[in-house]
């Protein structure tokens, strides 16, 4: 499990609070603030905004549906098994 996030972003405190809660390891990749240098992010999920969080072939990238996933969560894996890609956000929608 991979996060990637930006350490001002509000939404991304959200989230590592959260994996913290759980007990969940994640790798963690600080990205560039500047959106238009997040190339790792979009790579990851074909945006790039943060949080993102990549499980195997699930990409994440509202915080609500992060953190409903992580309530989930377990280390044997997502115990729904379903993989989820949400719609992207609008940037007008989006602070980060």
């Known amino acids: 499990m991979k996060l990637y996030h930006?350490?001002?972003c509000p939404e991304c405190a959200v989230v590592r609070q959260k994996l913290?809660?759980?007990?969940?390891?994640?790798?963690d990749e600080?990205?560039?603030d500047?959106?238009?240098f997040r190339k790792t992010v979009f790579e990851a999920s074909g945006q790039y905004y943060v949080?993102?969080?990549?499980?195997?072939?699930?990409?994440?990238?509202?915080?609500a549906e992060i953190v409903q996933y992580l309530d989930s969560y377990s280390p044997?894996?997502?115990e729904?098994?379903?993989a989820s890609n949400?719609?992207?956000?609008?940037?007008?929608?989006?602070?980060?």
């Not at 913290?20 to 790798?27: A, D, M, R």
């Not at 956000?89 to 989006?94: A, K, Y």
């Open 6 to 8: 930006t350490e001002w």
């Open 20 to 27: 913290e809660e759980q007990g969940i390891t994640y790798e």
């Open 30 to 32: 600080i990205v560039p």
């Open 34 to 36: 500047v959106r238009s």
């Open 51 to 63: 949080p993102v969080l990549v499980d195997g072939e699930t990409v994440l990238t509202e915080t």
């Open 76 to 78: 044997q894996g997502h």
């Open 80 to 82: 729904s098994g379903a």
């Open 86 to 96: 949400p719609p992207l956000s609008s940037p007008q929608e989006r602070s980060d």
